[in-house]
């Protein structure tokens, strides 16, 4: 078994200090209070946010569930994925879940998520949001399994049975929470978030 937590995602809601901003009035906030952030559309309101730099990228979270959940390790039932928010949110997902191709569905979804707090189709819950520190999802969910940060500074990666691994779900900056477990590298330089989730899917 795989586990992988896409960890401190860029996937939050438009934080308070911007939602005045001019340049956000086309959202219409007081219609419509949970906008998910986006640095393609909101630059100018973001510059005023600490960590400009690396937030509102939900489409970095987007490809990472369209590769791992249409993967074969995750159609064999060998695959778990963990998406952990910069905010402390965990979102839990159903092998049944579908991740929409489209990235404005997955928005629509992910908006959705964050005002209900679950997704449910059918009787089924296919999505659930949860507070929950990084450190606490790793120690929910690693009992038997190694714990693994892939960091283009650490040693060689290589795959073993029953590991969790952990993926920056950020385009840059380091990881913010400070994580004692042993840092793993597949290239020697930086990549992208979903190469190194495929990497990490294909050589299991
Ligand atoms: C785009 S990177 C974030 C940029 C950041 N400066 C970094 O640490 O690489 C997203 C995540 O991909 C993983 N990553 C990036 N390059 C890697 C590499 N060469 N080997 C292993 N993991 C890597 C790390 O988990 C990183 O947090």
New binding site residues.
């Given amino acids: 078994m795989l586990k992988i937590v896409i960890?401190?995602s860029e996937l939050e809601l438009v934080p308070h200090q911007i939602r005045g901003h001019s340049s956000l009035r086309k959202l219409k906030l007081k219609k419509k209070p949970f906008a998910l952030l986006d640095s393609n559309y909101y630059h100018r309101a973001m510059q005023a946010l600490p960590d400009a730099y690396r937030r509102g990228r939900p489409d970095?979270v987007h490809i990472c569930l369209l590769c791992a959940m249409e993967s074969p390790l995750n159609k064999k039932g060998e695959l778990e994925v963990y998406i952990h928010t910069r905010n402390d949110e965990v979102i839990y997902m159903s092998p049944l879940w579908k991740v929409p191709k489209s990235y404005h569905r997955f928005v629509g979804l992910m908006e959705q998520l964050f005002e209900k707090g679950r997704i449910d189709a059918g009787g089924h819950e296919l999505l659930r949001i949860e507070k929950k520190t990084l450190l606490e999802l790793l120690n929910d969910i690693s009992s038997g399994f190694d714990v693994k940060?892939?960091?283009?500074?650490?040693e060689a990666?290589e795959s073993t049975d029953n590991a969790v691994v952990?993926?920056?779900?950020?385009?840059?900056?380091?990881?913010k929470t400070k994580l004692p477990y042993e840092?793993?590298?597949?290239?020697?330089?930086?990549?992208?978030?979903w190469?190194?989730?495929n990497?990490v899917i294909y050589t299991k």
């Fill in positions: 960890a401190e970095i940060v892939m960091n283009f500074h650490g990666y952990v993926i920056g779900g950020f385009s840059h900056g380091d990881f840092q793993y590298s597949i290239f020697q330089q930086e990549l992208v978030a190469s190194v989730l990497h």
